[in-house]
């Protein structure tokens, strides 16, 4: 088959496990695990066999069967994604290799590769595994002891959702031999669905659509572009998943239909006025104005004249105000906070009436408006020494909504950080960076002081610095004022638990380069070197000797011929 590729057992090993688990960080001060940026558990096996066994007392084995294959199937779409980001940058059996070397690392088995066949033309995958050490197994036999059939549910799911995902196209996995039925090991052979012979049979692998398990999970709510600013970038997309947010999005949906104010509360840089947009843009006053008034920028009758309008005397022509701008629609008050006496006075005449005084006098004018307003803890503080009128704040605050910030929302980092790589991408014509271990690691942990706004600053700096280089490392993130980045653990190359901090490793990292560029450094020769020494550490075995430089076995190989065969 033309461009087909075959793995040999013996190259299996040479796949990064080492780069895969330093994916893994664990932050325990949040209590939270990630895997690359995806969140993960540990749970006691014990436990994960105590419900399986109650899902297969209380619904049997048929249907216990279909739920475990969906909870694996959604695990092995998450780590196709993460797979599929190495696709580009290596070969497709290369890339591959990290379904099963993931199955490894969470600890659901232990793969041993028999033969796989790929053709990445196609996109046709086919081979045969050994599971050893199945969790599922283990758990199974506890409370069942030995079955009449394979139970290897899970993991059936998650390799086919792994590789169907992976591939673009479905690849079924069947477990032949299971050692919860007496067989010595757990086998599994996979084919593309169409190669079975009774394709269509087993309709668990098909009822989940291919292309919701290659598709990252959704979490965006999007704004569409202001019409007055045709050719401008519109607002950015709210993102996130996290409890927080789904809560804000919830109360947004709940208010947006109604014409009540709303008081959006939250600190300088959550998303209040993309909040507000979209409480517009999903109301019967879409198609109205959005206009917007900052209420600190301005004081006195300046103030006075931008929210509430002049009239015409003499000379002066007159002109409206914000308010009759935003007629029909919603007008959006930021800073709400910062407005004087008698500018809070005319703003509740205004909630109170519906109707607007322009300055110099004349008659009032009806107007249909909606008001959101925004504000952080000021407006506390200004309402306890009276500088703020409660009757005011009461109707402001019809609807009060925390806009929450970026810190307690950490769910919500994966997607804005793929969100703003590929907005800075389309920006500049090009394909999206990608971020080093570490970098992850320090955004996964960073306060987020100016959360949004400054995780924006932070990718258009990197841009900026980065510039035509792929890599974005934490120097391009980090601020001067970020050095006291929280701790983190990670696993080390012999699986222990280490503890860092993702900016003392970036600077050590340098601190080192730094260091050889000052010895007169000869690139040939320290390439000669580390091959050399990792070959010797290795005994010979290329395969592990492409493990410790974190190579495949083919580059390796490659490397050491170019050096040592004349």
Known sequence: MRGQLEIEP?????????????????NPDEGRI????????LLHLGAVGALRSEIIEKLGIPSAREMLFRLGHASGSADAALAREGKPHMEVTEAFMAGPRLHAIEGMAAVETLKVDVD????TLSGEWIWRNSAEVEAHLDHFGLSAEPVCWILVG????????FMGRPIIFREVECKATGAPHCRVIAMPADSWDDYGGDQSHFDIELSEASKPMEGDWALSEPETDKGVEGPDRLVGISPAFVTLMHQVKQVA???AAVLLIGETGVGKKSSARLIHQQSKRAQRPFQTCNCSTLSGEYLQVELFGIEKSGPNPGRQGQVEKAAGGTLFLEDVHCLDALSQA?????????????????????VDVRIIASTDEQLLKALRDGSFRRDLYYRLAVM????????????DLPFLIRHYLQKHARRLGGNPKRLTHDAVRFLLTHDFGGNITELESMFERAMILTDKRELIGVSDLALPTDFESPNFLSVSPV???????????????LETVDGLLDDDFDLEVFETQLIDRAVEKANGNLSKAAKLLGLTRPQLAYRYRKLHVP
Do not use: C, H
């Open 257 to 259: 239909p109604t014409d």
């Open 346 to 366: 005319r703003l509740l005449s205004l909630l109170q009436n519906q109707s607007v005084d322009r300055l110099g006098g004349g008659q009032s004018r009806r």
């Open 495 to 509: 699986g222990k638990l280490i503890q860092r901090s993702s900016v003392d490793s970036n600077k050590e990292s």
């Open 10 to 26: 013996t190259e299996i090993a040479s796949f990064d496990v080492i780069g895969l688990s330093a994916r893994i960080s664990f």
């Open 400 to 411: 009060p909504i925390n806009v929450p910030p970026l810190r307690e929302r950490r769910n």
């Open 158 to 165: 998650y390799a086919s959702a792994f590789t169907s995902a």
């Open 34 to 41: 990630w895997l690359q940026n995806e969140r993960m558990l």
């Open 120 to 123: 990445p033309e196609s996109g």
